[in-house]
């Protein structure tokens, strides 16, 4: 691609974010809505077919967990043994679906609901049996004293040898599931050891989340503005150069930042009709920060690593393009890319990274549209265009 058409992209992708970055848009929110009507336009008017669908989701995560592990702190106060055993049986299992890309049923049937909108738009060869999926997302997260960022700095700049050698974050719901666990533990053995751990875990995480639920919304340019710019980049991209063989879903949900729940609905309207052995799923998530990294896999409590041969068409993509693409890193988070990669198809999520292997400003309030390095997401979106043309190229020499 020509070096004026990557400042063309640089362009859309500044401009859309810092008209997005202008209001608040947390998960199931009006400004949520507000955000994926002005990206469907945008998509529309790149000569996409797009659309905004109304899905329902509850629309945080601190509730449910909260909820849960009060409950399991609160039991493992008490002396009742048989208490602590069923409500730390509860709430584990509760916790552990709830956070690994389950059903949610603890929050569906408890918590209230309300609407969530995703955008999808519809481009390339719409006649072709191929079809790539770019997810991205638009709804923004609630900043804690959990993700600052001294925090990561600290640890690195003290410790470089260990953040070098270190290939998977930290994992922070560990302790959280730990808490009910204590708790059911306790029950089963009579422990008072194992009873004042349980309570100091689930109390200390009913506390965190409660702490994360009064806190304001983020900007989010870099997780996950800088996503919605990629896939408006690539419709701007097949616009003006249409591609051939291979058909072309540009995606953005909302309530990620809830666990996933926007890409729930999508998956119940959209997945029946998107078969396993011809559709792939592309996650694109947080490439603003100065070098651009692929997952190897992803989990909170259990790791599901991605498609092996998918991510080294990708990484043969950035070979091709000679752009930076960091391998080898796995998160203890869970995106979007986990719906899709749980449901059978081969999937790769798009991340980038600071020098201490995190996304930058993560669910911190300077994840501002000055703070993203723009051409991580130029590179993204030629990455992702060089994906799709070179699945097209395969499919036609086949």
Same mark, same amino acid.
């Given at each position: 691609?020509?070096?004026?058409?990557?400042?063309?992209?640089?362009?859309?992708?500044?401009?859309?974010?810092?008209?997005?970055?202008? &209001?608040?848009?947390?998960?199931?929110?009006?400004?949520?809505?507000? +955000?994926?009507?002005?990206?469907?336009?945008? /998509?529309?008017?790149?000569?996409?077919?797009?659309?905004?669908? *109304?899905?329902? +989701?509850?629309?945080?995560?601190?509730?449910?967990?909260?909820?849960?592990?009060?409950? #399991?702190?609160?039991?493992?106060?008490?002396?009742?043994?048989?208490? *602590?055993?069923?409500?730390?049986?509860?709430?584990?299992?509760?916790?552990?679906?709830?956070?690994?890309?389950?059903?949610?049923?603890?929050? *569906?049937?408890?918590?209230?609901?309300?609407?969530?909108?995703?955008?999808?738009?519809?481009?390339?060869?719409?006649?072709?049996?191929?079809? !790539?999926? &770019? %997810?991205?997302?638009?709804?923004?997260?609630?900043?804690?004293?959990? $993700?600052?960022?001294?925090?990561?700095?600290?640890?690195?700049?003290?410790?470089?040898?260990?953040?070098?050698?270190?290939?998977?974050?930290?994992?922070?719901?560990?302790?959280? $599931?730990?808490?009910?666990?204590?708790?059911? /533990?306790?029950?089963?053995?009579?422990?008072? %050891?194992?009873?004042? +751990?349980?309570?100091?875990?689930?109390?200390?995480?009913?506390?965190?989340?409660?702490?994360?639920?009064?806190? #304001?919304?983020?900007?989010?340019?870099?997780?996950?503005?800088?996503?919605?710019?990629?896939?408006?980049?690539?419709? =701007? !991209? /097949?616009?003006?150069?249409?591609?051939?063989?291979?058909?072309?879903?540009?995606? #953005?949900?909302?309530?990620?930042?809830?666990?996933?729940?926007?890409?729930?609905?999508?998956?119940? *309207?959209? $997945?029946?009709?998107?078969?396993?052995?011809?559709?792939?799923?592309?996650?694109? @998530?947080?490439?603003?920060?100065?070098?651009?990294?692929?997952?190897?896999?992803?989990?909170?409590?259990?790791?599901?690593?991605? @498609?092996?041969?998918?991510?080294?068409?990708?990484?043969?993509?950035?070979?091709?393009?000679?752009?930076?693409?960091?391998?080898?890193?796995?998160?203890?988070?869970?995106? @979007?890319?986990?719906?899709?990669?749980?449901?059978?198809?081969?999937?790769?999520?798009?991340?980038? !990274?600071?020098?201490?292997?995190?996304?930058? =400003?993560?669910?911190?309030?300077?994840?501002?549209?000055? =703070? %993203?390095?723009?051409?991580?997401?130029?590179?993204?979106? /030629?990455?992702?265009?060089?994906?799709?043309? =070179?699945?097209?190229?395969?499919?036609?020499?086949?």
């Amino acid at each position: 691609m020509a070096k004026t058409d990557q400042s063309d992209l640089q362009a859309l992708a500044r401009d859309l974010i810092y008209e997005l970055a202008e &209001f608040e848009r947390p998960s199931a929110s009006d400004g949520e809505r507000r +955000a994926a009507e002005l990206i469907a336009s945008r /998509l529309a008017a790149d000569g996409c077919t797009a659309a905004v669908e *109304r899905e329902q +989701a509850h629309g945080t995560y601190w509730w449910p967990l909260g909820l849960l592990t009060l409950a #399991s702190g609160l039991a493992a106060l008490t002396r009742s043994r048989l208490l *602590r055993l069923a409500t730390g049986a509860f709430s584990a299992a509760a916790l552990a679906d709830d956070i690994s890309g389950g059903s949610q049923w603890f929050r *569906r049937a408890v918590l209230p609901r309300r609407s969530t909108w995703n955008v999808v738009a519809e481009t390339g060869d719409r006649t072709a049996s191929k079809t !790539i999926v &770019f %997810v991205a997302h638009h709804d923004a997260a609630n900043w804690s004293l959990l $993700f600052a960022p001294q925090i990561p700095e600290f640890f690195g700049d003290r410790f470089p040898k260990q953040l070098e050698r270190s290939k998977t974050t930290p994992p922070i719901m560990f302790p959280v $599931f730990a808490g009910p666990m204590l708790t059911l /533990l306790s029950g089963l053995t009579g422990s008072k %050891v194992l009873r004042r +751990a349980a309570a100091f875990l689930s109390l200390g995480s009913a506390l965190t989340f409660a702490e994360i639920g009064s806190r #304001s919304v983020v900007p989010g340019a870099n997780d996950n503005l800088s996503g919605v710019a990629v896939i408006a980049g690539l419709a =701007n !991209i /097949l616009r003006r150069d249409p591609v051939d063989g291979v058909r072309v879903l540009l995606v #953005s949900t909302g309530s990620e930042e809830s666990f996933m729940e926007g890409m729930r609905g999508f998956a119940k *309207r959209h $997945f029946g009709s998107l078969p396993t052995d011809s559709t792939s799923f592309v996650c694109v @998530d947080s490439v603003g920060s100065p070098t651009l990294m692929q997952l190897e896999g992803e989990g909170m409590l259990r790791m599901a690593d991605y @498609d092996e041969e998918f991510k080294s068409q990708f990484s043969d993509a950035a070979a091709e393009l000679e752009i930076e693409l960091v391998r080898g890193l796995r998160f203890r988070n869970a995106t @979007d890319a986990l719906i899709s990669l749980q449901a059978g198809y081969p999937t790769l999520m798009l991340g980038s !990274i600071s020098r201490f292997k995190a996304p930058s =400003n993560y669910h911190w309030p300077t994840d501002t549209p000055e =703070n %993203v390095d723009y051409s991580s997401v130029v590179d993204a979106t /030629l990455l992702c265009e060089r994906l799709l043309r =070179n699945v097209a190229a395969a499919g036609r020499d086949a």
